[in-house]
């Protein structure tokens, strides 16, 4: 029975950053790295296929920088309503319109 290896994301991206580098052919990669060079192919397509992905902010984060991401659009988003609120306020009292507290 034959197992299969598990590499991990950093070693993949090590492996294809070298593929890009086009200083060795992916049959030296392949035999300093001691893999396959179709899978060294497999990698480097994925990365390109996903090229779009990256520039357009949608690459995967880890769950704890989802949260801090989104904490921090949701906080972006509370200062700019307060300014926004400040600002009708201050215009109401200018003007002497009463404001209805809801």
């Not at 890009?20 to 060079?37: G, H, M, V």
């Not at 300014?83 to 009463?98: M, N, P, T, V």
């Amino acid at each position: 029975m034959v197992t299969r290896r598990k590499f991990t994301s950093a070693f993949k991206a090590k492996v294809v950053r070298e593929t890009l580098k086009e200083q060795q052919t992916s049959a030296e990669l392949a035999k300093r790295f001691e893999i396959s060079p179709s899978l060294i192919c497999q990698w480097k397509n994925e990365v390109l296929e996903n090229l779009n992905n990256f520039f357009e902010g949608k690459y995967h984060l880890s769950n704890d920088d989802q949260i801090k991401h989104h904490v921090h659009v949701l906080e972006q988003k509370v200062g700019q309503l307060t300014i926004e609120r400040d600002f009708l306020e201050q215009g109401y009292e200018k003007l002497g319109i009463s404001k209805k507290k809801f």
